[in-house]
């Protein structure tokens, strides 16, 4: 439902260029990332290793989906709902820990992508016609998130093992984003294909 709901929105193109970069794409950004943490929790929250570590996690997926749909303004709304998520749950952290929590979120999935786009020439669109640039950029976006997580997670003494926490996070980062990937295009896919086959009018 949510993955329809970002198709549309990105397809009719509903947001007004000015208040959809500074107030729109932000806010439904952080709010529909917090969703899918929710819907995570209830799914997999038996899965969770430690403190934030969990062996499936969709919202890395989203946040990779969000970047690719929407830049540095869904990165900013995904920072945001990251350190709100990071208050809610772990109200013990500091302010610190809340904010440079929300800034790794946000950033590994741009960091992904502009090293594919400028470094490594891929064609990360979700447009694109290979899967296989797909799977590589997951793939690149899960160590990197899990590497930058684990590193501040173990600084701040949040992380027993670092090299298991990067373990564990990595697969749940891999899982959910290519589980929320090759979703997003299987339905961009159908929804092309009905568009095509519509009678002309």
């Known amino acids: 439902m949510m993955v329809t709901i970002l198709i549309i929105i990105s397809r009719k193109q509903i947001f ?25 929790n209830f799914l997999f929250g038996w899965l969770e290793f430690s403190s934030g570590v969990n062996w499936v996690f969709l919202p890395s997926g989203l946040r990779l989906l969000l970047v690719l749909l929407w830049g540095p303004w869904a990165s ?23 904010l440079v929590t929300g800034l790794i979120s946000g950033a590994s999935p741009l960091l992904a992508r502009f090293i594919a786009e400028h470094l490594f020439k ?22 990197i998130s899990s590497t930058l997580h684990q590193i501040w ?28 990937l090759y979703a997003f295009k299987i339905i961009l896919f159908l929804a092309d294909t009905i568009q095509d086959k519509k009678p002309l009018i």
């Open 16 to 40: 007004s260029k000015c208040m959809a970069r500074w107030f729109y794409i932000p806010l439904f950004t952080a709010l529909i990332y917090c969703v899918f943490f929710q819907l995570n």
């Open 122 to 143: 891929w064609d990360v669109g979700l447009s694109s016609k290979s899967p296989l640039v797909l799977f590589k950029l997951a793939l690149m976006f899960a160590l």
């Open 153 to 180: 997670f173990s600084w701040m003494g949040r992380s027993e093992d670092f090299l298991k926490g990067i373990f564990v996070m990595f697969t749940g980062d891999i899982f959910g984003t290519l589980l929320l």
């Open 76 to 98: 900013i709304g995904i920072s945001i709902g990251s350190a709100w998520l990071s208050f809610a749950y772990y109200p013990f952290n500091n302010e610190i820990d809340f």
